[in-house]
């Protein structure tokens, strides 16, 4: 995992248990793949070609960021009982993060499902 610093790092270990962490080693980014902070889902490594989204990486990413993403799934499964998203229920939560970036993963989720009807 990457992290912009110490402080998108500590927001991460509040939400993951850190005994999962096995080294705190610099990562070499892979040429081929863009990185996007586990924390906040910024862009924080462009590849050249990136063979994920085809050259076009996008600046933030709501699904890389690990407190967006649990705090999502956490009220989307209060609502629907699952943690499991249809193809289409994942287009549309996608297409509405794109269009308001940086939004907390619980505002997402309610925006997602008043959208749906759910």
Do not use: Q
Request: with cysteine; glycine share 4%; net charge negative.
């Amino acid at each position: 995992m990457s992290f912009c610093d110490i402080a998108c790092f500590n927001t991460y270990s509040y939400y993951r248990d850190m005994e999962e962490v096995n080294s705190g080693k610099k990562l070499k980014p892979n040429r081929a793949t863009c990185f996007h902070c586990a924390a906040c889902g910024r862009l924080i490594y462009e590849a050249v070609e990136c063979i994920m989204h085809d050259n076009a990486c996008p600046p933030w990413l709501w699904y890389a960021a690990t407190p967006t993403m649990e705090d999502f799934l956490d009220a989307w499964e209060e609502t629907t009982s699952s943690r499991t998203l249809r193809i289409e229920e994942w287009e549309t939560v996608d297409k509405i993060a794109r269009a308001n970036p940086l939004i907390s993963g619980t505002d997402l989720a309610v925006i997602t499902l008043n959208y749906l009807g759910l």
